[in-house]
């Protein structure tokens, strides 16, 4: 418990404190050479998928990244493949991957999600070009408003922490490229 003693004789005055600055807008490093990022986003369930698209295009405009080329796949079953031959085209400096994996009581949905996960850091590793996930599988989704909601805001909040990620992922392959280069590490 906190108590502050006070001295009955003196007068409580309330103190002002001058005004903190505030800077509405964070700055973020400039990158030495233009980026170009593709983003390979699942139709399946597009209208939640479409929510990381959407804040992930505006924080990567906030952090110099302007150049976001944008691909739809059917599912996430099929954003590997694209995020591979993309990659492999050297235009991209950074691959993102987003999808919704649902459990749709056929099949197991865990392993798709696995498999589409294993496969994007195979490609990462294979063409030295990163890719970014924001490929979810939810423990439970209901086709109902409540859920599609959580899901829409989830996504926005997974779209924002991924341009986050590949803004300072390629920052730090900059740098480290450049010290390679000068014969420093």
């Known amino acids: 418990m906190n108590q502050m003693l006070q001295d009955p004789k003196t007068e409580t005055s309330e103190v002002t404190l001058p005004p903190v600055p505030h800077d509405p807008a964070p700055h973020h ?8 990022v593709a983003f390979v986003q699942a139709c399946w369930h597009r ?3 479409e ?4 804040s992930f295009i505006k924080e ?6 302007t ?9 996430s079953f099929e954003i590997p493949l694209h995020a591979q031959v993309l990659a492999k085209t050297r235009r991209y ?16 949905h865990e392993f798709v999600a696995d498999t589409v996960i294993k496969a994007l850091m195979d490609v990462q590793l294979r063409t030295e070009v990163p890719v970014f996930s924001a490929v ?3 423990q439970q989704f209901h086709e109902t408003e409540v859920h599609y909601d ?3 805001k989830h996504f926005a909040i997974k779209g924002v922490e991924v341009a986050a990620a590949c803004a300072e992922t390629l920052l730090g392959l900059e740098r480290l490229r450049g010290q390679v280069a000068a014969g420093i590490v």
């Open 29 to 36: 490093p400039r990158f030495a050479k233009p980026q170009r």
């Open 47 to 49: 209208d939640v998928v």
């Open 51 to 54: 929510e990381a698209r959407i």
């Open 60 to 65: 990567a405009e906030a952090r110099h990244l």
């Open 67 to 75: 150049h976001v080329d944008v691909f739809e796949v059917p599912g």
């Open 93 to 108: 400096t950074a691959i993102v991957a987003a999808g919704l994996v649902v459990d749709g009581g056929i099949y197991r």
């Open 136 to 138: 979810l599988t939810p």
């Open 150 to 152: 959580f899901f829409r």
